[in-house]
């Protein structure tokens, strides 16, 4: 509560608004971030709609190993912000079923320190629950992958799912007793 009453009620409207209201939890940790500061570790899946084991459970994600350490795909070098915050980026450099970009400079470490820097949204802010339309988007986002004739709609779930764990398959490749968790139980873990 300290925090909320620290931040002043216009940003705690603005967080109530990104979120539609629905995902205190989460727009408190976003008040504490602010959008601009890189959080170190983030407890992720707070207010699950399932109540099924393992779903139920939270997920631990340590933003701090992720931006800052040799974890790509191949394990060989740093990952750029934009590979998970895919619409901080500009236009043209989007790759794949990517077409929506919300920043004309390549989100970095370094843009993010300056003052009139636009803040990072969650993935959630636009990635909502299933039947939680996201604010200021017409709906969740869809895409048509190539290989495949009915589009995906990319519910929270789905996109954070599509981007942890088709990230940590590649690892477990290349690294068999990998910490990079694959299985539902390894990932969403009971306090
Ligand atoms: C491996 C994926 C990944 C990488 C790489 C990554 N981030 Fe993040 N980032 C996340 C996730 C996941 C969150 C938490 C979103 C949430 O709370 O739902 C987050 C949150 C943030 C937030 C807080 C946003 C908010 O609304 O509270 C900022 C700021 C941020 N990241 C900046 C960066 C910057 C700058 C870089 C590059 C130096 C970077 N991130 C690299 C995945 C990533
Ligand atoms: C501003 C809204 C917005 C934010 C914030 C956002 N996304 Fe997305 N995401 C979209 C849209 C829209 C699409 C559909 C493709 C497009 O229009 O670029 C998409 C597509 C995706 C896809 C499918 C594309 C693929 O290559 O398979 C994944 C996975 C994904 N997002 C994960 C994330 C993650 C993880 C975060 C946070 C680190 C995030 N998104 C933040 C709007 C957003
Ligand atoms: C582009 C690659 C990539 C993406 C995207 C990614 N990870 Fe990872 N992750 C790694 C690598 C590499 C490791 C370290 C593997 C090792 O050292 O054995 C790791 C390790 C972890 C660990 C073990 C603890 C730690 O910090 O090392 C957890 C938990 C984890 N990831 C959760 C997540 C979650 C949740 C997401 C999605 C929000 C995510 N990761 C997205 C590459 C990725
Ligand atoms: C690499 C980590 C990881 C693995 C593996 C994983 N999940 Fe998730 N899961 C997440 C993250 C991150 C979210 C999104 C949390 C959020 O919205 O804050 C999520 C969200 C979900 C949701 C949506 C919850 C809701 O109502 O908002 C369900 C259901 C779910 N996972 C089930 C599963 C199941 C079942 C498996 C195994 C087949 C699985 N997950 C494997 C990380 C993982």
Same mark, same amino acid.
């Given at each position: 509560? !300290?925090? =909320?009453?620290a931040c002043g009620a216009a940003s705690v409207?603005?967080?109530?608004?990104?979120?539609?209201? #629905?995902?205190? $939890? =989460? *727009?408190?940790?976003?008040?504490?971030?602010?959008?601009?500061?890189?959080?170190?570790?983030?407890?992720?899946?707070?207010?699950?709609? #399932?109540?099924?084991? &393992?779903?139920? /459970?939270?997920?631990? /994600?340590?933003?701090?190993?992720?931006?800052?350490?040799?974890?790509?795909?191949?394990?060989?070098?740093?990952?750029?912000?934009?590979?998970?915050?895919?619409?901080?980026?500009?236009?043209?450099?989007? !790759?794949?079923?990517?077409? $929506?970009?919300?920043?004309?400079?390549?989100?970095?470490?370094? =843009?993010?320190?300056? &003052?009139?820097?636009?803040?990072?949204?969650?993935?959630?802010?636009?990635? #909502?629950?299933?039947?939680? %339309? &996201? *604010?200021?988007?017409?709906? @969740?986002?869809?895409?048509?992958?190539?290989?495949?004739?009915? &589009? #995906? @709609?990319?519910?929270?779930?789905?996109?954070?799912?599509?981007?942890? @764990?088709?990230?940590?398959?590649?690892?477990? %490749?290349?690294?068999?007793?990998?910490?990079?968790?694959?299985?539902?139980?390894?990932?969403?873990?009971?306090?």
């Amino acid at each position: 509560m !300290k925090i =909320l009453l620290a931040c002043g009620a216009a940003s705690v409207l603005a967080a109530v608004a990104l979120f539609g209201g #629905t995902r205190t $939890t =989460l *727009a408190v940790g976003a008040l504490l971030f602010d959008g601009k500061v890189q959080p170190k570790e983030v407890v992720l899946n707070k207010t699950p709609k #399932t109540a099924k084991s &393992p779903d139920k /459970f939270p997920v631990p /994600f340590s933003h701090e190993n992720h931006a800052a350490k040799n974890y790509s795909a191949d394990m060989k070098s740093v990952l750029g912000c934009a590979e998970c915050h895919h619409t901080d980026q500009p236009k043209a450099a989007l !790759k794949g079923v990517l077409k $929506t970009a919300e920043r004309d400079e390549l989100l970095t470490a370094a =843009l993010l320190e300056k &003052p009139d820097a636009k803040p990072v949204k969650s993935c959630a802010a636009c990635h #909502t629950q299933e039947g939680v %339309k &996201p *604010a200021g988007l017409a709906a @969740i986002p869809e895409v048509t992958y190539p290989e495949e004739s009915d &589009p #995906t @709609i990319l519910t929270n779930g789905e996109a954070y799912h599509r981007n942890c @764990i088709t990230c940590h398959e590649s690892v477990k %490749k290349l690294k068999a007793d990998t910490k990079a968790p694959t299985t539902c139980a390894s990932c969403h873990v009971a306090k």
